[in-house]
């Protein structure tokens, strides 16, 4: 060896500037320093440059390995698998036959009690990797994970046992961080709403009045849409006709739909207490049309937390999705 090489452990000398830091890095990719640190130690995935002052740093083609490594965990591939087949892709060779076969499988659905960056609980195993994409920004994976869990699961288990269990993480973070991972919220909430809109089949035409649609809206004021969006999804996915009004529909509004389109159910969503109203849902009940002898109206469902402190008589209470699926089926299918 020459003597004017470097030792192989020695990592080569950059600028002062050049190469990011495990800090920096950490944050970028949304996990732990600590993690970063022990993938270096363990698997060999670590900074390969030092600064003049002897510090070291992650160079392009670091972070391009460590990224890929992260990718790859998040399918549930082992650490020291997805290690040897980032430092192959990196390096232009092709990974071992059984991490490709591992990559394109979809992420198991066992139980998972390590969330990495946010604070999951006994979830399934795929809300890790999701929230794993979610705090990375990483859009093409969220997108995919979220697309996969909608064809395994169908909408409702996957709206409310990945996607839920995960936005209720990102909240619970952002409301115990000072403001931080807003962005990681927006995003996720993004990329949930986009798959929502694109599992659901194109809208069914209604020749109305009384034709056995189903009217969705959220209450005056309220804003959270991603639940009635789940809905909306599955309800299109049972070959039911449904027409989604969205946001903080004005009470006239909701009022006009109604005679207009004489559905046989309206589902009025509220997330906060103060805006689920119940002279709101009474109203809706208490709407008619048709000809006199043969009139009729809604039945009513009311969904979100806001309504647990108020139930109006003669309104339906779904538990969940699936339960509102159930019901609202039931109702399409007797009118």
Same mark, same amino acid.
Not at 61 to 90: K, N, S
Not at 138 to 162: I, N, S
């Given at each position: 060896?020459?003597?004017?090489?470097?030792?192989?452990?020695?990592?080569?000398?950059?600028?002062?500037?050049?190469?990011?830091?495990?800090?920096?890095?950490?944050?970028?990719?949304?996990?732990?320093?600590?993690?970063?640190?022990?993938?270096?130690?363990?698997?060999?995935?670590?900074?390969?440059?030092?600064?003049?002052?002897?510090?070291?740093?992650?160079?392009?083609?670091?972070?391009?390995?460590?990224?890929?490594?992260?990718?790859?965990?998040?399918?549930?591939?082992?650490?020291?698998?997805?290690?040897?087949?980032?430092?192959?892709?990196?390096?232009?060779?092709?990974?071992?036959?059984?991490?490709?076969?591992?990559?394109?499988?979809?992420?198991?659905?066992?139980?998972?009690?390590?969330?990495?960056?946010?604070?999951?609980?006994?979830?399934?195993?795929?809300?890790?990797?999701?929230?794993?994409?979610?705090?990375?920004?990483?859009?093409?994976?969220?997108?995919?994970?979220?697309?996969?869990?909608?064809?395994?699961?169908?909408?409702?288990?996957?709206?409310?046992?990945?996607?839920?269990?995960?936005?209720?993480?990102?909240?619970?973070?952002?409301?115990?961080?000072?403001?931080?991972?807003?962005?990681?919220?927006?995003?996720?909430?993004?990329?949930?709403?986009?798959?929502?809109?694109?599992?659901?089949?194109?809208?069914?035409?209604?020749?109305?009045?009384?034709?056995?649609?189903?009217?969705?809206?959220?209450?005056?004021?309220?804003?959270?849409?991603? +639940?009635? *969006? %789940? $809905?909306? !999804? @599955?309800?299109? #996915?049972? &070959?039911?006709?449904?027409?989604? /009004?969205? =946001?903080?529909? +004005?009470? *006239? %509004? $909701?009022? !006009? @739909?109604?005679? #207009?389109? &004489?559905?046989?159910?309206?589902? /009025?969503? =509220?997330?906060?207490?103060?805006? %689920?109203?119940? !002279?709101?849902?009474?109203?809706?009940?208490?709407?008619?049309?048709?000809?006199?002898?043969?009139?009729?109206?809604?039945?009513?469902?009311?969904?979100?937390?806001?309504?647990?402190?108020?139930?109006?008589?003669?309104?339906?209470?779904?538990?969940?999705?699936?339960?509102?699926?159930?019901?609202?089926?039931?109702?399409?299918?007797?009118?």
């Amino acid at each position: 060896m020459n003597s004017a090489e470097p030792p192989p452990s020695e990592p080569p000398a950059v600028p002062g500037g050049a190469g990011l830091t495990t800090g920096v890095l950490a944050r970028r990719l949304g996990v732990s320093p600590m993690t970063l640190r022990s993938w270096d130690r363990r698997y060999g995935i670590g900074p390969t440059a030092r600064t003049e002052g002897g510090h070291r740093r992650w160079t392009a083609a670091d972070v391009a390995t460590v990224e890929e490594m992260c990718r790859l965990t998040t399918t549930g591939i082992p650490p020291a698998d997805a290690a040897r087949a980032a430092r192959a892709a990196v390096a232009g060779r092709s990974p071992a036959p059984e991490v490709i076969a591992a990559s394109a499988l979809p992420p198991p659905a066992e139980r998972s009690r390590a969330a990495g960056a946010l604070p999951l609980g006994d979830v399934r195993q795929e809300c890790r990797g999701l929230a794993r994409a979610a705090v990375r920004l990483d859009a093409p994976a969220l997108e995919k994970q979220l697309l996969a869990a909608v064809e395994r699961y169908g909408v409702a288990v996957a709206w409310q046992e990945v996607m839920v269990p995960t936005l209720h993480a990102v909240g619970r973070r952002w409301a115990s961080s000072e403001d931080r991972y807003v962005e990681v919220e927006h995003l996720l909430a993004w990329y949930v709403s986009t798959v929502l809109r694109r599992s659901t089949p194109p809208a069914l035409p209604v020749a109305a009045p009384a034709a056995g649609c189903v009217l969705l809206a959220c209450a005056p004021d309220e804003q959270h849409t991603l +639940p009635l *969006e %789940a $809905l909306h !999804a @599955a309800l299109g #996915r049972e &070959g039911l006709p449904v027409r989604m /009004l969205g =946001a903080a529909v +004005p009470v *006239e %509004a $909701l009022d !006009a @739909a109604v005679r #207009r389109l &004489g559905p046989v159910a309206v589902v /009025l969503w =509220a997330q906060d207490s103060a805006r %689920a109203v119940p !002279a709101l849902a009474r109203h809706v009940a208490g709407l008619r049309w048709g000809m006199k002898g043969a009139r009729r109206g809604p039945v009513v469902l009311l969904g979100g937390p806001g309504w647990s402190r108020s139930r109006p008589a003669g309104v339906l209470r779904p538990a969940g999705l699936a339960q509102a699926v159930e019901a609202l089926r039931a109702l399409c299918t007797a009118g």
